[in-house]
């Protein structure tokens, strides 16, 4: 069987017939090698920019994606150019099996050598099972830590855990794992009094803070362009304290990055104000096996019935990953009036 996407204002493109095993390539020549694999739509943290306090309507359990499924589609992926795999969430290591899915990804082989692992967590229960991480394969890890102090953390997330992410990022710096990269996402009169801070403190734990420009993505749907703090105002704040030298070759990757004088890096990933869409490499999907072609897109792609089809094969599923990315615009579209953000907060849809 073949799965029927989900549309959503606009008929989606009909791909052309493409060998399994070429490259993941759309329609405007971006070749794709990054899968955000988003492991579940619960989270221990409730950040006012993704999720509200209460009355969320998580996932039902029975949609979730097993590990044998979320390995398939890997496997199938990887075939078609797929090189690096990022486990997001919610928070991903809410997933019990959460080692066992790092142990068998990281076994998977494309025909220029092993896949790469990443995580973005919040490090809550990083100092438990870090090392296993590790043992398994996990190569590079980021962390979302937004501000220093305990009562606006308590604030931000509506629950007093500054402390365990405290000890998280200290596990992740004393294991070695690099790159290290803690992510913060900077909000007008929340926390813009702190970038210098984080990127103090995050030199000092031997990682690179990156700042992302607050983006349209809350469930709530209360996002408002005027209260976003820009790269322009973050870069103008760090160049009070540093001389920042650009670093070139960018690629694909989301941030652009800077050189500190003293020693240490800092990246901005700035969504709204300086999108990278012409060079976007990355695919989504999602803990209930929707695959997105983009952030803000409010098409999906189903897989569930193609994964639970005994009879189907797994063509089918390279089938349904050519069409979501053959149906990716040029752009996310933000700065045009036309813009609609998702019906999914950015919890349901994987960082």
Same mark, same amino acid.
């Given at each position: ?91 991903? !290591?809410? @997933? $019990? =099996?959460?080692? #066992?899915? *790092?142990?068998?990804?990281? /076994?998977?082989?494309? %025909?220029? +050598? ?41 604030? !931000?997330? @509506? $629950? =007093?855990?500054? #402390?365990? *992410?405290?000890?998280?990022? /200290?596990?992740?710096? %004393?294991? +070695? ?175």
């Amino acid at each position: 069987m073949t799965a029927v996407p989900v549309t959503i204002g606009r008929r989606m493109p009909e791909a052309p017939v493409f060998a399994p095993g070429s490259p993941l390539v759309d329609t405007h020549s971006r070749v794709h090698r990054d899968l955000r694999i988003s492991l579940t739509d619960r989270c221990s943290l409730r950040c006012t920019y993704c999720m509200p306090e209460q009355g969320n309507e998580w996932l039902a359990r029975e949609s979730i994606l097993t590990v044998d499924e979320i390995v398939r589609v890997a496997t199938v992926a990887a075939s078609a150019g797929i090189t690096t795999f990022r486990l997001t969430g919610g928070e991903p !290591l809410l @997933r $019990r =099996d959460i080692v #066992d899915v *790092v142990r068998r990804l990281s /076994a998977i082989e494309t %025909a220029d +050598g092993p896949v790469q692992i990443a995580m973005t967590t919040n490090g809550i229960r990083l100092p438990e099972v870090l090392d296993e991480l590790i043992d398994a394969g996990l190569a590079r890890l980021n962390i979302s830590i937004d501000t220093l102090q305990a009562e606006r953390f308590a604030a !931000l997330t @509506r $629950r =007093d855990r500054l #402390d365990e *992410v405290l000890l998280g990022i /200290a596990a992740a710096a %004393a294991s +070695g794992i690099r790159p290290l990269k803690l992510n913060a996402v900077a909000m007008r009169d929340v926390n813009e009094d702190e970038l210098c801070d984080l990127v103090e403190f995050a030199v000092g734990s031997g990682a690179e803070l990156r700042f992302i420009e607050q983006m349209p993505l809350d469930a709530g749907h209360t996002w408002d362009r005027n209260r976003m703090i820009t790269r322009e105002e973050i870069l103008g704040k760090l160049s009070e304290r540093w001389t920042l030298t650009e670093i070139p070759g960018r690629g694909g990757a989301p941030a652009e990055r800077w050189s500190l004088d003293g020693g240490g890096t800092v990246g901005v990933i700035a969504s709204v104000t300086a999108p990278f869409c012409g060079d976007c490499d990355r695919l989504r999907l999602t803990a209930d096996g929707q695959l997105r072609n983009c952030l803000f897109s409010t098409d999906e792609f189903d897989l569930l019935p193609v994964l639970r089809d005994a009879q189907a094969t797994d063509a089918e599923i390279d089938e349904v990953l050519r069409r979501c990315i053959w149906a990716k615009l040029p752009g996310h579209a933000i700065n045009d009036p036309s813009f609609l953000q998702p019906a999914r907060g950015m919890n349901a849809i994987g960082g």
